[in-house]
C-alpha cells in the first residue's frame, strides 16, 4: 500500500510541471498579460540556448577577398546603435558600482516582466543611448547640401535606402537619428533579420516576431519629436517584410553578412544606409576587407553612435561563387570613431 502512494505520488510530482504550463498557456488565451509571460519566458529559455550551444561567431573563412574579381560596386553607411541598458549593466567594468547596476536592472526587469519590454532581452537603448541617437541626429541634419554625405540627410528618392537590424537598439537608432528625413519622405526602414548581432548573448535575442517590429522602449520612443505612443504606428515606419525572426542557435552570423550583401545589391538604390552592432560591423570589415589590410574596423568596434562610409564591390571569387570585398582606401569615418581611436582622443 505505501508503495502504491509512493507511485502514485510520484506520478502526481512528475505531473506538476506540465499542468502549470498548460495552465499558463491556458490563461495566455485570454490575459494580455498572461501571453506576454510566457513569451518571455519562452525568449529566456532561447537566450540561454543561445548562450550554452550558439554558433554565430563560428564559421571558415570565405578565403581572401582581394582574389575576388570586381563587377560592380555599393556605397554603404554603417551607423551603430547607441549605448544600451545592457551596456550599462556589463560594459562598465565589475567594479563597486556593479552590484547597484545589475540589481537596478534586475528591478526593472521585474516591473517589465507582464510586457513585450525588458533591460535584457533584445536590450533597449538606455537614456544616454537615446541622447547619442540624438547627436546622431543633429550631426545628419548639419551636413551641407552640397556635401557627398547630404545623402544621409536627403532621403531623394531613388538614391538610398534605410535599413536596420532587427533588435531595438539599431532600429531605435535609425529612426531617432533619421527621424527628420523619415517625416519629410515618408519612407520606411526595413528591418532586416541578416543584420541582426552576431552574439552569444541574451540581448542579442529578437523580441520581434517574424515579419513584425519590436515594441520600442520609454526612452527611446521619448527621444523622438512629435509622437506619442499612443500614435506610433509601425507599420507606417518600419517595413517588416524582410525580418524572418530570431537568428537559429546553431546558425552562422557569416551567413546573416553574405545575406545582407545580397540584399544590397539586389537594391535599385546605390547607397544603403544600415543601423546595426558593433560586433557584426567588426566581423564585416575582418571578412570582407583583404587579408593584407591593417584597417582599424577589423580590430576595434565602432563608438556608439559611430557612422562610417565605404564601398563594397561584388563579383566572383576564383571558384565563380558569388563574393564580396571592401575597398580599404574608401573607408572615412563620418561622426564618432572607432573605439580604440576615441580613447586616444580622450
Known amino acids: 500500500m505505501s508503495s502504491s502512494l509512493f507511485s502514485a505520488a510520484g506520478v502526481f510530482a ?3 510541471p506540465i499542468l502549470l504550463i498548460l495552465a499558463l498557456w491556458t490563461a495566455a488565451l485570454f490575459s494580455q498579460s498572461v501571453a506576454n509571460v510566457v513569451y518571455k519566458l519562452h525568449l529566456i529559455r ?6 550554452l550551444f550558439s554558433s554565430d561567431k563560428k564559421w571558415k573563412k570565405l578565403g581572401d577577398p582581394d582574389r575576388v574579381t570586381k563587377k560592380r560596386s555599393k556605397t554603404i553607411y554603417f551607423v551603430r546603435h547607441g549605448e544600451s ?24 526587469e521585474a516591473n ?18 537615446a541622447e547619442q541617437a540624438l547627436e546622431l541626429q543633429s550631426y545628419i541634419e548639419s551636413i551641407p547640401d552640397s556635401d557627398p554625405d547630404a545623402v544621409l540627410k536627403t532621403g531623394e528618392s531613388g538614391k538610398s535606402v534605410l535599413a536596420s537590424s532587427n533588435l531595438r537598439r539599431a532600429l531605435s537608432t535609425g529612426t531617432i537619428g533619421f527621424w527628420p528625413r523619415i517625416r519629410r519622405t515618408q519612407e520606411r526602414i526595413h528591418v532586416l533579420s541578416s543584420l541582426q ?15 513584425s517590429s519590436p ?43 553574405l545575406e545582407f550583401c545580397h540584399w544590397c545589391f539586389k537594391r535599385d538604390e546605390p547607397v544603403i544606409i544600415a543601423a546595426g552592432h558593433s560586433l557584426y560591423f567588426r566581423f564585416f570589415f575582418q571578412t570582407f576587407l583583404p587579408y593584407t589590410s591593417q584597417h582599424e574596423g577589423k580590430k576595434s568596434k565602432m563608438a556608439n553612435g559611430c557612422v562610417v562610409k565605404f564601398t563594397i564591390w561584388e563579383g566572383k571569387d576564383p571558384n565563380q561563387e558569388d563574393r564580396y570585398v571592401i575597398e580599404e582606401a ?9 573605439e580604440s581611436k576615441h580613447k586616444k582622443h580622450e
Not at 532561447?46 to 548562450?51: A, C, F, P, S
Not at 517589465?112 to 544616454?128: E, G, K, N, Q, Y
Not at 548581432?197 to 515579419?211: H, M, R, S
Open 85 to 108: 541598458a545592457w551596456n550599462v549593466v556589463f560594459n562598465k567594468g565589475f567594479g563597486k558600482t556593479f552590484p547597484k547596476r545589475l540589481g537596478n536592472a534586475l528591478q526593472k
Open 112 to 129: 517589465l516582466f507582464t510586457t513585450l519590454d525588458s533591460v535584457f532581452v533584445d536590450s533597449p537603448l538606455s537614456s544616454l543611448g
Open 330 to 338: 574608401s573607408i572615412k569615418v563620418l561622426h564618432q570613431d572607432f
Open 215 to 257: 515594441v520600442l522602449a520609454d526612452e527611446e520612443l521619448g527621444a523622438l519629436t512629435s509622437v506619442t505612443r499612443a500614435d506610433f504606428d509601425p507599420d507606417r515606419y518600419f517595413d517588416c517584410s524582410e525580418n524572418a525572426g530570431d537568428k537559429p542557435v546553431r546558425g552562422k552570423g557569416v551567413n546573416r553578412m
Open 14 to 16: 512528475a505531473a506538476i
Open 197 to 211: 548581432e552576431i552574439t552569444f548573448n541574451v540581448d542579442g535575442v529578437a523580441l520581434a516576431k517574424p515579419y
Open 46 to 51: 532561447l537566450g540561454l540556448t543561445h548562450l
